[in-house]
């Protein structure tokens, strides 16, 4: 099993003395639409299942990179502000590797499946009033007073190991796609992916790069509107965040592919999480939709996409977030134990 840290090792900060540590993290398939692609015109559309890493999202990329560099450096204990993902992934590594994990979370702002990871692994989970961004400014003044490992994407390891998604697509397709959708929340992805396209053109792995197609969520689009957003509101929990910490990285992608970064709303969201699921079977969580409602706006506002190839990131696990998803999906059909009760539901 070649995992990230081997394969695509001449791409990584790791030297001979990092630990090759793994939980089986990369390796994502790349998944055709079945439906969605005639739907939308597209030449080609592909999804990108992140869920399918061993914590339910692409965090686990940068996190495996992180928490072995900081394994290097003989640290004990790691930390991070998280809305979630971040947090599971911190715990599920720092567990593996026998490391101490404190974790910021805000209060009552986060999915339950993502806690109860983080939980299970046994971290310190910390919740605090505040939203993330004022959790993100905590985290980083006690890493600057006391030797705990920052393991947010502010830590640069976290957006090198992030990158190795963009290689594995281009190495699916034989080239980078014409465009990529995605997410937008701290914008570490998204600086990640770019980053990672640019290099493998550097190295004569492909010849072209993709156009960059973030999309943050309305009531947190900070890049949008070129402001912090004080109180970011939306439904997707993993992008609720006002001031994005890579915020230069996604304008660079932007501007350098030439990309866009647009919003979009919960509504679009949820239709877009719903469509997902129904449509092509795949059960992201909802700021992973944010990627194809992207899509579908790009495309209602007229980019044409016949005889393109087209990859959206799908970034995380629907179970994650089963609340969500109970108050979006159709109700259970309760029976009794009579045949005759279910013959009537079914035929
Ligand atoms: C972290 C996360 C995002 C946002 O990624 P950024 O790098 O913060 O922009 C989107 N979707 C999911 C599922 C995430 O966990």
């Known amino acids: 099993m070649t995992r990230i840290l081997e394969r695509y090792r001449d791409f990584l900060p790791i030297t001979a003395a990092t630990p090759a540590i793994t939980i089986g993290e990369g390796d994502t398939p790349l998944v055709r639409s079945r439906k969605l692609e005639k ?104 890493t600057q007073r ?11 390891h976290r957006i090198e190991g992030q990158k190795t998604a963009a290689f594995e697509i281009a190495d699916a397709l034989g080239q980078a796609p014409d465009y990529l959708f995605l997410p937008v929340g701290n914008a570490g992805n998204i600086t990640a992916y770019w980053r990672g396209f640019v290099q493998y053109r550097e190295a004569g792995r492909t010849g072209n790069l993709p156009r960059m197609m973030g999309f943050e969520a309305e009531g947190a689009a900070a890049i949008v509107h070129n402001k912090v957003i004080e109180k970011p509101e939306t439904i997707a929990t993993a992008i609720r965040i006002g001031n994005p910490a890579s915020w230069q990285g996604a304008v660079a992608a932007r501007d350098e592919s030439g990309g866009i970064i647009d919003c979009v709303s919960d509504d679009e969201i949820l239709k877009a999480y719903r469509m997902l699921a129904a449509k092509e079977g795949i059960f992201g969580e909802p700021a992973s939709a944010a990627s194809l409602a992207g899509l579908i706006k790009s495309v209602r506002n007229g980019l044409s996409l016949t005889n393109r190839k087209v990859v959206c990131v799908i970034t995380g696990n629907g179970l994650k977030d089963t609340d969500t998803a109970l108050k979006q999906a159709p109700s259970l059909i309760e029976v009794p134990a009579d045949l005759a009760a279910i013959e009537q539901v079914v035929l």
């Open 146 to 156: 006391h030797p705990i490992t920052l393991v947010n994407s502010l830590n640069p």
């Open 39 to 142: 739907e939308l015109c597209c030449g080609e559309l592909y999804f990108k299942l992140e869920g399918c890493n061993p914590t339910g999202s692409f965090k686990d990329r940068g996190m495996v990179v992180a928490v072995a560099r900081a394994m290097e450096a003989g640290s004990e204990a790691i930390i991070c502000a998280s809305t979630g993902n971040t947090s599971a992934s911190a715990a599920a590594y720092g567990a593996h590797c026998g490391l101490k994990v404190f974790i910021l979370v805000p209060r009552g702002n986060i999915a339950l499946g993502k806690l109860a990871q983080a939980l299970v692994c046994g971290a310190r989970v910390i919740g605090m009033d505040g939203n993330f961004d004022q959790c993100l400014q905590m985290v980083r003044t006690l």
